[in-house]
């Protein structure tokens, strides 16, 4: 059974920084590419930034671009999100995922999900 598991969050001023990561445990953490995604109270979940499966790749949502960092450590199946610059609207729950198919890159899908982490940013 695949486990996700977030930390990190937690109450940060605006323009300060933040570090998520998120354990795995049940996959072959290399075989999939990870994502991370948020969701603010009273709005969708949406998609934060995608990193492929040795971490040559990332994507970013525009809204976070030059801000936040995904990164990935095949060795000890984290994956993180280093946040800089962070501003009020980055308020919201995060979480990480994992792609539901292996090998592909971007994903498509992700098929399994943590617990998520609360972010609040406040100004």
């Known amino acids: 059974q695949v486990q996700l598991v977030e930390s990190g969050g937690g109450l940060v001023q605006a323009g300060g920084s933040l570090r998520l990561s998120c354990a795995a445990s049940?996959?072959?953490?290399?075989?999939?590419?990870m994502g991370w995604f948020r969701q603010a109270r009273g709005k969708e979940r949406d998609f934060v930034a995608a990193?492929?499966?040795?971490?040559?790749?990332?994507n970013y949502a525009d809204s976070v671009k030059g801000r936040f960092t995904v990164s990935r450590d095949n060795a000890k199946n984290t994956v993180s999100l280093q946040m800089n610059s962070l501003k009020p609207e980055d308020t919201a729950v995060y979480y990480c995922a994992a792609d539901s198919v292996r090998f592909r890159w971007p994903p498509a899908k992700f098929g399994s999900w943590g617990q998520g982490t609360q972010v609040i940013v406040s100004s």
């Open positions: 049940g996959l072959t953490f290399g075989s999939y590419a």
């Open positions: 990193i492929s499966l040795r971490g040559g790749g990332t």
